[in-house]
C-alpha cells in the first residue's frame, strides 16, 4: 500500500502541486512483460532518463516514491531561486537610492506573500515532470509506490512485480545532519522543510556555508530575519576560488550577516519556543539564541532499502552507488546517475548523466562521465560562477597555469548598473591559451559562465574569444578583455620590433 505525501501548508498552490508530482487518485497500470528500461526515481536524473529512452523508442518503467520532479522541482532549485529573486527585489529598493530614487521608509516584507508566491511558481512549473505528461504524452509506464529489487531481472513496487532488461537506479540524495549533541532533539530544518514556513523566524541560525548555506543565509536576512551563519572551515564557500568567497563573504556581512568562521557547535538545546547553541571559534565561546536552524551542511544518497545487495550492486552510505566512468554500476544489467552516485549534486549534471546513461544502456555507448565539463554557479548576490579547475586546485595537483583577470568595475555595463562588485577570472595551460578554469563574480555571473563552457567543451582556446562581437553594453564582453589580455602576451619585444618595421617598410 502506497504512502500518499502531505505539504505544508495545506493550500491550493500545493494542491495542485501534489496533484501533478503525486495525485492521490493515481492507480498504478498494469505492468508490461518485461521493460527495455526502468528507472527507480522520478528526480532529474529519472526523469530525463526516462523521457529520452521513451522518445527513442524504449518501453520505460518509471518508480517514484514521493514526489517527481525530486529535489530540485520540489525542495531545491526553484523554490530556492524563487525566493532569492524576492530577497533581491527587496535589495534593490533598499538601495535605490543609489539612482537617484527616493523609496519610502520603511519598506515593508509580506514574507507570507512572498512564500505563497514560491508555491505559485513552483505548482505552475510542476506541469513539466508531472506523472499526466510522463504517463499520457511520453508514453512511460509510471508507478507511484516503494520500489525494490527483487531479483535479478525484477523490482516490486506497490504489490507488482515488474521485468527489465536494464535498470537505472536514480533514487538522488536527502540533506545530511551533522552529528551535534542535542540538535535532533532541539529540532532543526533543511532545504526539505525550510519552504514550508508560513512566517517568518526572527532569529535564524545557518549550519554550513556552502552553496546552501549562503544563498539561504543572505536571503533570510534580506527578508527580516536575523541571520548567523556558522562554518567549521575559515573561510565560506570551500571549495570555490578564494577571491571569490572573499567577494560573498563581504556582500553577506554588508548585508547584515553575522558570520562565525573556525565554529564548532558543541550542543544545541532547546528552551521555550527557541533553540539554544553553544559555540566555540576563533573569537571565543558564544551562546546563541534563534527561532529557527536551517542545516545546510552536506547530502547523503539515497540507498537504502532498495535492495541492491540482492542484485550485487556495491555502494557506499556516504559516497553513494559505485559506477564506472559510463556510470554502470557493479552489475552490468544496471547502471546509476545523479546524487545517488555522483559527487557534484547539480541538476544539470543529473540531465548530463541521464542522457549518457541512456546511450550506454541501450545503445552499446562508450560515453564517459570524465569527458563532461560541467559549470556550476552559487546563486549568492553577487552569484560566483565555475568551470574547470581552480587555483587551488591547480596547485594541489601541480598544473601550472596562467592567469587572467579583469575587475567588473572595468566593464561599461557594470558600472552604469551599479553592479561593479565582481571579476573575471581565466586559468588556461602555461605558455597556451587552452582553457583549463575559470571563475566569474558578478550579479548574473550564472548566465555568463556558459560562454567560457562553450570554449572549453569546443577546444576553443581564449585567444578566440577576442573574435566573438559581443553586444555593447554587456557584462559578458569581459570575457572578450582576458582574451585580450592573453593576446598581449604573445607580442613578445621581438614580435613588436618585426611589426614596427613592416609598418616602416610601408610608409
Same mark, same amino acid.
Given at each position: 500500500m502506497r504512502t500518499v505525501p502531505t505539504l505544508e501548508p495545506a493550500d491550493a498552490h500545493n494542491a495542485a502541486l501534489l496533484a501533478h508530482v503525486h495525485p492521490a487518485d493515481y492507480r498504478n497500470p498494469e505492468p508490461a512483460p518485461r521493460y527495455n528500461l526502468l528507472v527507480l526515481g522520478a528526480g532529474s536524473a529519472g526523469l530525463i532518463t526516462a523521457a529520452v529512452a521513451a522518445g527513442l523508442g524504449a518501453k520505460v518503467a518509471l518508480i517514484e516514491r514521493n514526489l517527481m520532479g525530486g529535489d530540485c522541482l520540489n525542495v531545491g532549485c526553484v523554490p530556492s531561486k524563487t525566493l532569492i529573486r524576492a530577497a533581491r527585489a527587496l535589495a534593490d529598493v533598499r538601495g535605490a537610492a543609489a539612482f537617484g530614487i527616493r523609496v519610502a521608509e520603511p519598506v515593508e516584507v509580506d514574507f507570507g506573500a512572498v512564500m505563497e508566491r514560491m508555491r505559485g511558481v513552483r505548482a505552475g512549473i510542476a506541469a513539466h515532470d508531472s506523472v499526466a505528461r510522463y504517463s499520457q504524452e511520453l508514453g512511460v509506464d509510471v508507478f507511484l509506490g516503494e520500489g525494490r529489487f527483487s531479483g535479478a531481472d525484477r523490482v516490486t513496487v506497490d504489490g507488482?512485480?515488474?521485468? +527489465?532488461? !536494464?535498470? $537505472? =537506479?536514480? !533514487?538522488? *540524495?536527502? *540533506? *545530511?545532519a551533522p552529528p551535534i549533541p542535542g540538535l535532533e532533539a532541539a529540532g532543526y530544518r533543511t532545504n526539505e522543510t525550510v519552504f514550508s514556513l508560513t512566517e517568518r523566524p526572527a532569529r535564524l541560525a545557518v549550519i554550513g556555508a556552502g552553496p546552501i548555506g549562503c544563498e539561504l543565509a543572505q536571503t533570510f536576512q534580506r527578508l527580516g530575519s536575523q541571520v548567523v551563519l556558522l562554518e567549521v572551515l575559515p573561510q565560506i564557500m570551500g571549495r570555490e576560488d578564494r577571491d571569490a568567497a572573499a567577494l560573498v563573504e563581504r556582500a553577506l556581512v554588508a548585508d547584515g550577516v553575522e558570520l562565525l568562521l573556525d565554529a564548532r557547535i558543541e550542543r544545541v538545546e532547546a528552551g521555550g519556543t527557541g533553540k539554544r547553541l553553544q559555540v566555540t571559534s576563533a573569537a571565543g565561546a558564544r551562546t546563541l539564541d534563534v527561532d529557527e536552524i536551517l542545516v545546510g551542511a552536506g547530502r547523503l544518497p539515497n540507498v537504502a532499502d532498495l535492495g541492491l545487495?540482492? $542484485?550485487? $550492486? *556495491?555502494?557506499?552510505?556516504?559516497?553513494? =552507488?559505485? =559506477?564506472d566512468d559510463r556510470l554502470r554500476t557493479t552489475n552490468r544489467r544496471i547502471y546509476a546517475a545523479g546524487d545517488v552516485c555522483l559527487a557534484a549534486k547539480f541538476t544539470h549534471m543529473a540531465d548530463a548523466s541521464a542522457k549518457i546513461v541512456v546511450q550506454n544502456a541501450l545503445f552499446f555507448g562508450r560515453k564517459k562521465l570524465s569527458d563532461l565539463i560541467v559549470p556550476w554557479c552559487t546563486y549568492t548576490d553577487p552569484e560566483v560562477a565555475h568551470v574547470g579547475i581552480t587555483e587551488h586546485e591547480a596547485a594541489e595537483r601541480g598544473v601550472e597555469l596562467d592567469g587572467y583577470q579583469v575587475p567588473l568595475a572595468q566593464n561599461d555595463r557594470a558600472r552604469a548598473e551599479g553592479d561593479d562588485e565582481g571579476f573575471v577570472k581565466v586559468h588556461t595551460a602555461r605558455g597556451s591559451d587552452r582553457i583549463l578554469g575559470a571563475t566569474i563574480v558578478a550579479r548574473h555571473a550564472g548566465e555568463m559562465i556558459s560562454e567560457v563552457t562553450v570554449a572549453m567543451t569546443a577546444k576553443l582556446g581564449l585567444g578566440a574569444l577576442t573574435n566573438v562581437i559581443h553586444p555593447y553594453p554587456t557584462q559578458v564582453e569581459l570575457l572578450k578583455a582576458a582574451g585580450g589580455q592573453y593576446t598581449r602576451t604573445r607580442? !613578445?619585444? +621581438? $614580435?613588436?620590433?618585426l611589426f614596427r618595421r613592416f609598418l616602416a617598410l610601408r610608409r
Open positions: 507488482a512485480s515488474l521485468r +527489465f532488461a !536494464t535498470a $537505472v =537506479v536514480a !533514487t538522488g *540524495a536527502r *540533506a *545530511a545487495e540482492q $542484485v550485487g $550492486v *556495491a555502494y557506499d552510505a556516504g559516497r553513494g =552507488v559505485q =559506477v607580442l !613578445t619585444p +621581438f $614580435v613588436a620590433s
